[in-house]
């Protein structure tokens, strides 16, 4: 199939987002001429959630246009060929008396021409058009994730009214990822660009409609409808949005106004649901529940790792509430200390060759790491947390060394111990009580050999300088950051 092959770049594009790009390796990408943009959905044969979107519209979506400046071409130019080259474009492009909005391709051939001023050639947008392709995949994505299709649907199933309040409530956090013509609260929507209004124009015509919905369906949105969304404040609920839309459509007697909106996606097929209404039912609430399962997974990997991205604080209070706000501190533990781990390789004729076996000898794995474990010695680090913490490295020492660094506004040098494997841990005792500067620990490791970092603490100091290795807060209930960092915080309960 032509167009855009997303599954070849999914993964790319979402790398700046860790939690996107952690559930989107759970989700199956489908390309498809039935949908005209995207959708998010859930394939009850596989049990796997779905991407569906069309590669045509994604290749329109990306498509760099540039402006030209026919006063600002040298005559050079028009002599050395450059005419020849204008006119066959001049057909297939919109253009007014001195601008004409050609393809990069374009600019690139008539560069070739003697006396092309780069300064003639304008971008068309401030950014790369491909954030709005990964704008795309992060709002259904957060179809999936935010339960709109699942268990937060209506038991009536998705209407054109839930369908706009989901997007409303997804791209008040999107921002300028997703293009103009999208609907965001608090911004009134542009018209499509010539080529993609006759894109979307081709899908309606092939629509089946009955000739009652047609009369109740005019061509442009009303003004009423435009303003309201104009007039919405942002950041709110998809179930706030979709009271305020009914309340209107009531009130302008105009139910069908609402599909005369441009939208960014199509979940129709949540509203055809095959079996009774329980069966529907059912079928969303085991999908609400695998997208829970991997949404924590996501978000456990996300604190034990890579950190949230772009995702605001907002958002990211939505999804915690959304997974019940109890991420298992032990798992995350277990997870990072484990991405910690460095190989070390050797050959060894104990081991098959998979390659060539028999032939070559075999490749030794060996997985380890050095974990230093800075203790605040401030007083508000309880006995109780510590008891904890150790007690669940005593299961990882297998994986890693620890180095247990005592600390305050100073390091404990002299009480610093080593703890592996068969070690002992001796018994801990309180040997500092002043205040706290995270930088004295974070030095230390830094100059030493360490793969990762695990400050124990209440968080009452000033930010630390940066650290060379992954670096990881555990602190009690209640605590609160008091500075801004993009590293993982765990709370220990």
């Not at 030209?68 to 005419?83: F, Y």
Request: aromatic share 10%.
């Amino acid at each position: 199939m032509g167009g855009y092959n997303l599954r070849y770049f999914s993964q790319s594009l979402l790398f700046p987002e860790p939690l996107f790009a952690a559930f989107a390796r759970h989700v199956t990408k489908v390309a498809t001429r039935k949908i005209p943009t995207a959708a998010a959905s859930f394939n009850k044969n596989s049990l796997r959630y779905e991407l569906l979107y069309n590669p045509d519209f994604f290749k329109l979506l990306i498509e760099k246009h540039i402006s030209v400046d026919a006063n600002e071409l040298p005559e050079s130019w028009w002599n050395s060929g450059g005419q020849a080259l204008w006119d066959e474009i001049s057909n297939s492009t919109n253009k007014d008396e001195t601008t004409r909005l050609v393809t990069e391709e374009w600019c690139i051939k008539a560069a070739n021409f003697p006396g092309w001023k780069v300064g003639a050639a304008r971008s068309s947008s401030n950014n790369d058009p491909k954030r709005y392709l990964k704008g795309v995949l992060m709002h259904e994505l957060y179809h999936m994730l935010l339960g709109h299709l699942s268990f937060r649907c209506p038991s009536y199933g998705v209407t054109q009214g839930w369908n706009i309040a989901t997007d409303l409530a997804i791209n008040s956090f999107l921002g300028d990822n997703i293009p103009g013509w999208t609907l965001i609260p608090g911004r009134r929507a542009e018209k499509p660009h010539e080529e993609l209004e006759q894109f979307f124009e081709g899908f309606r015509s092939k629509g089946k409609k009955s000739e009652d919905e047609k009369k109740e369906t005019p061509t442009d949105p009303p003004e009423w409808l435009l303003d309201l969304i104009e007039n919405f404040p942002v950041k709110q609920s998809a179930e706030y949005y979709y009271q305020r839309l009914m309340k209107a459509a009531e009130e302008n007697n105009c139910a069908g106004a609402l599909n005369s909106l441009v939208t960014l996606d199509d979940h129709s097929w949540s509203r055809s649901a095959s079996g009774s209404e329980e069966d529907a039912e059912a079928f969303r609430m085991f999908a609400g529940t695998r997208a829970k399962k991997i949404l924590k997974e996501a978000v456990e990997e996300c604190e034990a790792s890579s950190g949230w991205g772009s995702i605001p604080q907002e958002m990211r209070s939505i999804i915690q509430k959304l997974i019940q706000n109890k991420i298992d501190w032990r798992s995350v533990l277990k997870y990072f200390v484990g991405q910690s781990q460095r190989a070390s390789k050797s050959s060894s004729m104990k081991r098959i060759n998979r390659r060539y076996p028999y032939q070559h000898p075999g490749t030794k794995i060996k997985r380890h790491a050095r974990i230093a474990i800075s203790v605040d010695q401030s007083g508000s680090v309880g006995d109780e947390m510590l008891q904890l913490f150790f007690a669940e490295l005593t299961a990882l020492a297998r994986l890693a060394e620890f180095t247990v660094i005592p600390f305050d506004h100073g390091l404990a040098e002299s009480d610093i111990f080593v703890w592996r494997k068969g070690l002992t841990l001796p018994e801990w005792k309180r040997v500092r009580c002043g205040g706290t500067d995270f930088s004295i620990p974070t030095q230390f490791v830094n100059d030493g050999k360490f793969d990762g970092h695990i400050i124990l603490t209440d968080m009452q100091a000033d930010k630390p300088i940066r650290s060379k290795c992954h670096r990881m807060w555990m602190t009690t209930p209640g605590c609160n950051v008091p500075f801004e960092i993009n590293e993982r915080v765990l709370v220990i309960e």
